[in-house]
């Protein structure tokens, strides 16, 4: 009996399957177009394949029992091998995913940012914000021309590892981050000067660490999207009074 329910427990292929053409099929009707459905279902497969490499790499080290060295060193070698066999098949989706065409290095390695990588910018930025401030009416509503312009600066894997960074950043930079808000942000003294409007914004937890990571080509980026370089220069201004 216990048998029968763990083979009843089992998802098959049709049933995974199946269940991704649902998914795909009700982002469909909340307007999310099919080709960023499936690229954003695939780096979600991607990264539990990783995320299950590393838990068995884990696992693998811990030796059940006490039954002597041979066993021990064939147990070891029996659980590398299978994490590295499943590390490469998290790696190859993760590619597939990143540069489905595999040509991305070769012919150019920052390609003009997709649609579904400045919604998932758009994610990762705004509870961080929230985290150091409050939302605020000043607002300058120009979250895809400036994440856009953040992207660009970045190839497809960077990307999509940004949350990962955004939040390593806000938590390495948390008391600049709470002092420059403090100062400059919603609420604060400068709060009606235009120079420090796109710190009303989720966006700038994006800026800043551009600016802390590559300000040249954000500077590059910034110019060629045409956006307010007052609107660069106050998060600037404010980050290094910040530090």
């Known amino acids: 009996m216990h048998a029968a329910e763990e083979h009843r427990q089992e998802l098959d292929s049709v049933s995974i399957l199946n269940a991704k053409r649902t998914l795909l099929q009700l982002l469909g009707r909340a307007g999310v177009r099919a080709d960023d459905a499936e690229g954003l279902i695939a780096l979600v497969e991607a990264g539990a394949l990783a995320e299950a490499c590393e838990e068995l790499g884990t696992l693998g080290e811990s030796v059940p029992g006490d039954k002597g060295e041979p066993y021990e060193?064939?147990?070891?070698?029996?659980?590398?091998?299978?994490?590295?066999?499943?590390?490469?098949?998290?790696?190859?989706?993760?590619?597939?995913?990143?540069?489905?065409?595999?040509?991305?290095?070769?012919?150019?390695?920052r390609p003009p940012v997709r649609r579904m990588e400045v919604e998932r910018a758009k994610v990762a930025v705004t509870p961080l914000y929230l985290a150091f401030t409050d939302a605020s009416d000043l607002d300058p509503e120009v979250t895809e021309e400036v994440l856009s312009a953040v992207l660009g600066t970045?190839?497809?894997?960077?990307?999509?590892?940004?949350?990962?960074?955004?939040?390593?950043?806000?938590?390495?930079?948390?008391?600049?981050?709470?002092?420059?808000?403090a100062q400059y942000g919603p609420g604060s003294a400068t709060a009606i000067h235009g120079r420090y409007s796109l710190l009303h914004s989720a966006t700038s937890v994006a800026v800043l660490e551009r600016l802390a990571t590559s300000a040249a080509a954000l500077r590059e980026e910034w110019d060629s999207a045409e956006l307010p370089p007052a609107w660069l220069d106050g998060p600037t201004a404010a980050w290094d009074a910040a530090g």
């Open 154 to 181: 970045m190839t497809p894997w960077q990307r999509a590892g940004y949350a990962a960074r955004l939040a390593g950043f806000a938590t390495e930079h948390r008391a600049r981050l709470e002092r420059l808000y």
């Open 73 to 109: 060193s064939g147990w070891l070698d029996g659980a590398k091998a299978v994490t590295d066999e499943l590390g490469g098949i998290a790696a190859r989706a993760l590619r597939h995913t990143v540069d489905p065409g595999g040509t991305t290095a070769a012919a150019d390695p």
